[in-house]
C-alpha cells in the first residue's frame, strides 16, 4: 500500500531482510525515481544513522547517492538513488562468470570508489556483489550500513559482515582498510568464476583454517580464459597477511591499469601430506577431507573378518604421501563380516540326506506294514575336488618362496605390489593342513611391522629425519628431494653411507586368506 513521507511517494515494497525493508517510490516534487529504506527494527536504527550520516557526506560516481533521512511517523526513513538494473549478484546468478574484460572495469569502479571512502577514513566492511549495483554509468557501491569511520584507531573492533568475503582479521574483529581490498579480490574472482573461492564452508573454523593454508582452485582452474596476470592480481589480493596485499585501492587500480602488465608470479599451494585414515569412521575421514582440501574419490567397499563395518580398511595414496590441494584420495571401507551361505555342493548334500532318510523311514513303516521293499543302492558321496590342504612350513619362508608352494598346492595368490618389501612370513591366517576351497578365495601378502622405502639408485650420502609418531623423512642431501613414509618400527640409522646404491628395511609379512 502507497504511503506519503514529506516529498516522497512510496508506491511498492521491492526488498526486505532482517534489518528493515526497501520501497520504490518517487520524489514528488522533481519527479525523480528514488529508493527508501524503512527501518523496522529500532535494534538497527544506529545502522541505519550512520548509513545517512556517511552517505550524506559523500559525492563519488560510483557511490550510491543519499538524498535525506527523515523520520515520518516514528519510523526513520533513508531516501536513496534508485538503481533500476539491479544487483551484481542478479547478473552472476543469472548469467555466470562475467568476460575478464568486462570484470576489470568493475573492479577498478568498486576500487575508485574504496579509494574515496577510505580517504575519508571509513572502511565498508560488506563488499560483495549484492551491494553493487549496475547503473548505465558504471556500477555503484551501496550498503554502507556496516561501514565503520576509523576515527582514532587503524582498525575496526567488531566482526559483522559476510564470511565468504571476510579477511582473516576482518574476521577476528580487526578489520582494516586492506580488509576491503581482500573483499575486492574475492568479489573479482567470484566475478571471473561465478565461484566465491570457499565455496561450502559450514563453520567459522573450517574458514580460517582455508584462509590460513590457502585451500582453494586458482582462478584459472576453474575459468581457463583468465590471463596469468589476471590470476596473479586476484591472487595478490586474497593474500593471508596484510603486508602481502595491495597497500591501497589506488595501487589495487595501477595493477589493473597495467594491460598487460609485468608476470604476476602465482603462489603454488603447498603440497598436502595424506592423513592416515585407515580404521577411521566415514564420516569423520569427509569431515577431515574437508578440511584439509582434500576430495574424497571413488569409495568401495569389501567384507573384512577383522574390521568393523563402515570403517577405512586401504587407502590410496597411502599416508604420509605429498599431493596437490583438491587432489583426490580413494577409499576402501569395511563390510565386517562375510554372511556365510551354503555352497550348491552342500545343498546338494543336504538333498541327498533328506531324500536318503525320507525313503529309509517309509520302508521302515512298510516292514512294520508286513510288506518287504527292497532298499535303493546307497549313493556314492559327493566329493568337493576342490578343497585343497594349507601346505606346511610356510612361516619363516622369503614370500617368494611362500608363493610358489602356494601355487604348487592349487592355489590363486594375489601377487603384492611392486613396492613391498622383501621379507619372510611371520604368520599366517589359515592353521597348515586345513582344507580350503580354492575356489572361494585368495591369498594376499600384507605387511605388519614396516613399510618400503622406494628403492633409488644413490651416489650422495642420505639422511633419515624422525618427523612425529611413525612418520620419517627420507632426504637426498644433494637434490634435496624428499620421501615420506610410516612404519611401525623405524630404524636405528640416522645417516646412509654415500656410496649406498639401494636401500631396503626387512618387512615381516602375513599371508591372508580373503574370501572372494
Not at 592416515?276 to 569431515?287: A, T
Not at 578440511?291 to 580398511?313: A, F, P, W
Not at 591369498?443 to 622405502?453: D, F, L, N, S
Request: net charge positive; proline share 8%; hydrophobic share 40%.
Amino acid at each position: 500500500m502507497a504511503r506519503q513521507i514529506g516529498q516522497y511517494l512510496l508506491e511498492e515494497i521491492i526488498g526486505s531482510g532482517g534489518f528493515g525493508r526497501v520501497w520504490r517510490g518517487k520524489d514528488t516534487l522533481t519527479g525523480i525515481p528514488i529508493a527508501a529504506k524503512e527501518a523496522m527494527d529500532t535494534r538497527h536504527l544506529n545502522r541505519y544513522r550512520e548509513e545517512a550520516r556517511i552517505l550524506l557526506t559523500f559525492n563519488h560516481p560510483h557511490i550510491l547517492r543519499c538524498y535525506q533521512a527523515l523520520v515520518h511517523d516514528q519510523i526513520f526513513y533513508v531516501v536513496m538513488e534508485f538503481i533500476p538494473e539491479g544487483t551484481l549478484a542478479d547478473r552472476i546468478q543469472k548469467k555466470g562468470p562475467i568476460p575478464y574484460q568486462e570484470a576489470i572495469t568493475i573492479a577498478k569502479d568498486i576500487a575508485s570508489a574504496l579509494d574515496y571512502a577510505h580517504s575519508k577514513g571509513v572502511i565498508h566492511r560488506d563488499i560483495k556483489p549484492s551491494n553493487i549495483f549496475l547503473s548505465g554509468d558504471g556500477v555503484k557501491l551501496g550498503d554502507f550500513g556496516i561501514a565503520r569511520l576509523l576515527e582514532i584507531s587503524q582498525e575496526a573492533s567488531t566482526r559483522i559482515g559476510t564470511p565468504a568475503y571476510m579477511a582473516l582479521e576482518h574476521i577476528q574483529g580487526k578489520a582494516c582498510f586492506q580488509s576491503d581490498l581482500y573483499s575486492l579480490g574475492v568479489l573479482l574472482y567470484e566475478m571471473l568464476t561465478g565461484k566465491v573461492p570457499f565455496e561450502g564452508v559450514t563453520s567459522e573454523t573450517d574458514l580460517v583454517e582455508r584462509i590460513q593454508k590457502r585451500r582453494f582452485y586458482p582462478p584459472r582452474k576453474l575459468n581457463p580464459a583468465i590471463p596469468p596476470w589476471l590470476e596473479g592480481i586476484v591472487l595478490k589480493a586474497m593474500a593471508v597477511h596484510t603486508c602481502d596485499r595491495y597497500a591501497t585501492a589506488k595501487e589495487f587500480i595501477e595493477a589493473l591499469d597495467r594491460i598487460p602488465p609485468p608476470p604476476v608470479p602465482i603462489p603454488e599451494p603447498d603440497e598436502i601430506t595424506v592423513p592416515d585414515w585407515i580404521g577411521k569412521n566415514r564420516q569423520d575421514v569427509v569431515r577431515e577431507a574437508r578440511i584439509s582440501g582434500i576430495k574424497i574419490g571413488r569409495v568401495t567397499e569389501e567384507r573384512n573378518s577383522q574390521v568393523v563395518k563402515g570403517l577405512v580398511i586401504k587407502q590410496n595414496p597411502m599416508p604420509g604421501s605429498k599431493i596437490p590441494p583438491m587432489e583426490s584420495v580413494d577409499l576402501v571401507i569395511s563390510k565386517g563380516k562375510r554372511k556365510h551361505a551354503l555352497t550348491p555342493v552342500l545343498i546338494g548334500l543336504a538333498v541327498i540326506m533328506v531324500s536318503v532318510g525320507g525313503y529309509y523311514l517309509i520302508q521302515q513303516l512298510n516292514k512294520q506294514d508286513g510288506v518287504g521293499v527292497i532298499p535303493p543302492p546307497i549313493p556314492p558321496a559327493v566329493e568337493n575336488k576342490n578343497l585343497v590342504k594349507v601346505p606346511d612350513g610356510l612361516v619363516g619362508l622369503t614370500l617368494d618362496k611362500a608363493n610358489d608352494e602356494l601355487r604348487k598346492a592349487g592355489f590363486e595368490v594375489k601377487e603384492p605390489p611392486s613396492d613391498l618389501f622383501d621379507g619372510k612370513v611371520k604368520q599366517i591366517s589359515e592353521p597348515s593342513d586345513k582344507m580350503l576351497d580354492k575356489t572361494a578365495g585368495v591369498w594376499e601378502a600384507k605387511v605388519i611391522t614396516a613399510a618400503r622405502v622406494e628403492e633409488r639408485v644413490v651416489t650422495p650420502a642420505r639422511t633419515v629425519n624422525e618427523l612425529g609418531k611413525g612418520h620419517w623423512e627420507y632426504r637426498n642431501t644433494s637434490t634435496g628431494r624428499v620421501k615420506y613414509w610410516v612404519w611401525d618400527n623405524p630404524p636405528g640409522i640416522k645417516t646412509i653411507p654415500a656410496k649406498t646404491e639401494k636401500v631396503k628395511v626387512p618387512a615381516e609379512i602375513e599371508l591372508v586368506w580373503e574370501g572372494r
